[in-house]
């Protein structure tokens, strides 16, 4: 195996890859305008996870995108923590 490629560009959307599965699995499970809108969100990310995968990026093209995705990611997750009457009950 190739070192490079245990640390490398391949293993790190790889893991973004992993990540939006398991996100979306979850969001699959919930019901209502949080299930909606994680769903609408994720389906935004798709793109830029299948354009990391199939396409030859620079490398500040590839550092910038990734980062979003995982930012966004990170957002969707915190949004699925929230239970179906707690999204109005936020606090400002």
């Known amino acids: ?6 640390f490398g560009w ?12 398991r996100i979306r ?4 499970k919930k019901k209502g305008p949080i299930r909606r809108r994680a769903l609408q969100r994720l389906d935004s990310i798709n793109s830029n996870v ?4 199939e396409t030859q990026l620079g490398r500040m093209d590839r550092a910038r995108i990734a980062k979003a995705v995982e ?6 997750k915190e949004l699925l923590k929230y239970k179906e009457g ?5 606090p400002t």
């Open 10 to 21: 391949d293993s790190r959307v790889r893991r973004l890859r992993k990540r939006y599965d």
């Open 25 to 28: 699995e979850h969001a699959l």
């Open 50 to 53: 299948t354009t990391m995968e």
């Open 71 to 76: 930012v966004d990611l990170e957002e969707i």
């Open 86 to 90: 707690e999204e109005q009950q936020k």
């Open 1 to 6: 195996m190739n070192f490079l490629g245990l």
